[in-house]
């Protein structure tokens, strides 16, 4: 069947060397925004990839126009979704395609839901609060606690390939910190805890990120940030953060984790749609489950970091002195603003700095000033 424009002729987005784009195209799995162009035909909308330098979009590429609406979230914006990808989101640049596509699109977004307990629809907001509580009620008794068993019975590096991944995406926005003494001291103090833990070293990665943090992922990954090491002023504080994140590597608390929420995902999918699953994972799901277990996680993770520090003879006044600070600041404060946020669900930084302050370690500052001065250059 010969493809239209809404103008009824060979649409000018096409030439020899492939379309140029008249839309942009979110294909709801990947995140990126692909410039595609659109062919208005009867059977339905046609879309083109526009970048040949790009990955295809991954989504269907002809939207049947019994399939095709515009979300009510959208408002007044011409975005357009799609039944078979209720993720996906299209935006045409002119108006005239907007129009065509709007007076032939006749999907349902009431369709958009999966079937619950036989129901065609989306549920009621009433009955998807219920569901959810029932859901979310199920999750804490049963997943939370099943979620650790399992991550203790997979291998040491599972998810080692997802993490690396994860890794890499976030380098290719924030560049990788390679200055290499100063990789080198942080290896060294790795080496020093891991052999400490009786562990393999995690593999440790240095991020040119302004936000305060630092974080272990599933298959032994520790992630660093340059605004953490910035904040430092001595290096026994980046020694207590490691041997924390290390702690949490011993005890498999991020592939706890990380089963935890794929379950949560999983579940909330089939009661209401991959769509609304990631809006009430993020919101309410992931809010209950931080407070009820990863508190303990936390707190767990302080204690063997201590019995690491213990280990290695190096000082506990790097822990105490990182939560004194992050005490004495408010939310609202430029350098640790963010890293307060994150630890809304963490104990209180009251408590964890008393619970460093008691410790009698040791006296090593674990990374020396010449070490420190390395690793705080290594960004550049």
């Known amino acids: 069947m010969t493809s239209i424009s809404p103008e009824g002729r060979t649409p000018e987005d096409a030439s020899p060397a492939g379309p140029r784009g008249n839309a942009h195209l979110l294909d709801g799995v990947t995140g990126a925004d692909h410039r595609v162009a659109i062919l208005v035909e009867e059977r339905g909308l046609r879309i083109l990839p526009a970048d040949p330098t790009t990955a295809e979009p991954r989504c269907p590429l002809l939207w049947p126009w019994s399939k095709v609406y515009r979300p009510a979230s959208a408002g007044e914006s011409m975005v357009f979704a799609m039944l078979d990808a209720q993720d996906a989101r299209l935006t045409p640049d002119g108006a005239d395609h907007a129009r ?77 910190c390679d200055g290499q003494e100063g990789l080198q001291a942080l290896e060294a103090l790795n080496l020093k805890l891991a052999e400490a833990a009786e562990i393999n070293p995690p593999q440790l990665s240095v991020i040119d990120w302004k936000l305060v943090n630092a974080f272990a992922l599933p298959g032994g990954r520790i992630v660093l940030t340059k605004g953490l090491i910035r904040e430092a002023e001595d290096g026994s504080e980046i020694a207590a953060v490691m041997a924390h994140e290390i702690a949490h590597v011993i005890h ?15 579940f909330l999918a089939v009661l209401f749609g991959q769509e609304a ?45 990182f939560f004194e600070r992050l005490r004495r600041h408010d939310r609202d404060d430029d350098a640790l603003g963010a890293l307060l946020g994150m630890m809304d669900t963490h104990p209180g930084a009251a408590d964890r700095a008393d619970l460093f302050a008691d410790a009698r370690t040791g006296t090593d500052p674990g990374l020396d000033a010449a070490g420190l001065r390395a690793v705080k250059e290594m960004c550049g």
């Open 277 to 321: 699953a990631g809006s009430i994972a993020s919101t309410l799901t992931g809010s209950l489950l931080n407070a009820t277990y990863t508190r303990d996680q936390e707190d767990r993770a302080d204690r063997t970091a201590l019995d690491l520090l213990a280990a290695t003879g190096i000082s506990a006044d790097g822990g105490r002195a």
């Open 252 to 266: 498999r608390d991020p592939m706890t984790g990380w089963i935890r929420q794929e379950g949560v995902s999983l």
């Open 100 to 176: 065509a596509i709007r007076e032939r699109a006749s999907g349902d977004e009431r369709r958009s839901g999966r079937q619950v307990f036989g129901l065609t629809r989306r549920p009621s907001a009433a009955v998807a609060i219920g569901l959810t509580g029932l859901a979310l009620a199920v999750i804490l008794v049963a997943l939370a606690p099943l979620s650790g068993l399992a991550a203790r019975l997979l291998p040491a590096d599972t998810g080692a390939a997802t993490s690396d991944a994860a890794i890499e995406s976030l380098a290719a926005v924030h560049r990788r």
